[in-house]
């Protein structure tokens, strides 16, 4: 078990550092390499059908609305996000991608999509159920390390 173990660790670091250098690396050439990976999270936090207050999209990213606010202004004047004030109540404002964040977001959520069809290519459907309960576990066991740095903190 020790052995599986360190071989899962190995894979998930692997992974991670994976996921992250080729998602710089495709920023880097593309036309959006005026974005860092961080604004790119926070377009994909935003979403692409709706829009989101400043305080949805700062717990989704589990940063302040400050940091947020701060990352707001920069992708707004490089021409990703716009925000957009509520009719019923002037001083809701919400966040919205602009035509070009919603370019960024399709072509972020295709790399995401071809990553898992092709994880789980060849697998069967009790294979798939077993990754999942995993994947959810370890996404419990993260979501409760961060809880606890908050309360630290």
Do not use: C, P, W
Not at 56 to 73: D, F, H, Q, S, Y
Not at 108 to 123: G, L, Q, S
């Amino acid at each position: 078990m020790d052995h599986s173990i360190d071989k899962i660790n190995s894979y998930l670091v692997a992974v991670f550092n994976e996921v992250l250098d080729i998602e710089e690396d495709a920023l880097r050439v593309s036309t959006f390499s005026d974005l860092s990976i961080k604004e790119m999270h926070t377009v994909e936090a935003i979403g692409m059908y709706q829009e989101h207050t400043t305080s949805e999209v700062a717990k989704k990213l589990n940063i302040t609305a400050g940091t947020l606010t701060v990352a707001i202004n920069t992708l707004v004047k490089k021409g990703y996000v716009e925000r957009i004030r509520m009719e019923k109540d002037r001083r809701v404002v919400k966040l919205g991608l602009t035509k070009k964040g919603r370019l960024l977001y399709r072509l972020h959520d295709k790399f995401h999509r071809e990553m898992v069809k092709n994880t789980i290519r060849d697998m069967e459907d009790q294979e798939v159920k077993v990754l999942l309960k995993g994947l959810n576990n370890l996404h419990g066991f993260l979501f409760g390390l961060v809880q606890n740095i908050k309360e630290q903190g």
